[in-house]
């Protein structure tokens, strides 16, 4: 059973507008998430974490949200890029267990 | 270079085969994983290790042998290859839990 789950398989956006990518969890031990970025015949990249005492993180166009109490997360891409088309993973993990559990993907399409 | 390298790219190999996919890592982390991705599965936990010698089963680990003798290397092993068992595989490492996941380019596996 999917413990994380990215429900959008898609997004299109233009050029300069905001991203928004959505994630759902199940398990309450979770304590870290992760964005990953993947381009074609190319690794997940790291992106941006945060961790459950925190509810927001920024880096630079990238901001992700915590709702704990609503076991969901969000990736903000703002603005967005023709260079952020890829395939975005949600990632969580209980700390002390060291797994990440990988939603199934948002593929992001920044049209011009 | 430092990073993680895998090998090979891709693979054809026949059902009933053995085939072994390689990962090199030059951190020195002391956790490896190896995931496959499937089409609406995301990222699955194949097998996964906290150190040499060290290795335990992951969400999907049926079919599938590793060994960790040093730290650097994690190889995965198919026994016999069955046609499921093809897709693209990726070997990660991390220094910790609290720490994110570095991800190899994958090796894309086709079993016919």
């Known amino acids: 059973d999917q413990q994380v789950k990215q429900n959008s398989p898609s997004l299109s956006v233009q050029e300069g507008r905001i991203s928004i990518l959505n994630c759902d969890y199940t398990n309450s031990m979770f304590d870290y998430f992760l964005w990953y970025k993947k381009y074609p015949a190319e690794g997940p990249t790291f992106l941006i974490s945060?961790?459950?005492?925190?509810d927001k993180n920024e880096d630079g166009r990238f901001t992700v949200f915590l709702n704990k109490s609503a076991k969901h997360l969000s990736l903000h891409i703002v603005p967005s890029q023709p260079g952020d088309s890829a395939v975005y993973f949600c990632?969580?993990?209980?700390?002390?267990?060291?797994?990440?559990?990988f939603g199934a993907g948002t593929t992001v399409t920044v049209r011009a | 270079d430092a990073g993680i390298t895998q090998s090979p790219r891709y693979k054809i190999t026949e059902t009933g085969r053995q085939v072994t996919l390689m990962c090199h890592q030059t951190w020195s982390h002391s956790y490896m994983f190896w995931y496959r991705q499937d089409l609406g599965h995301g990222l699955r936990l194949i097998y996964y290790s906290a150190a040499a010698d060290i290795t335990d089963k992951g969400e999907v680990p049926d079919g599938y042998v590793v060994s960790r003798s040093k730290t650097e290397n994690f190889p995965l092993t198919l026994e016999s290859a069955t046609r499921s068992q093809t897709s693209v595989y990726f070997c990660a490492s991390s220094s910790s839990g609290w720490q994110p996941q570095h991800f190899g380019d994958g090796t894309r596996l086709s079993i016919l």
């Open positions: 990632a969580a993990s209980d700390p002390n267990d060291y797994k990440l559990s």
């Open positions: 945060i961790s459950s005492i925190k």
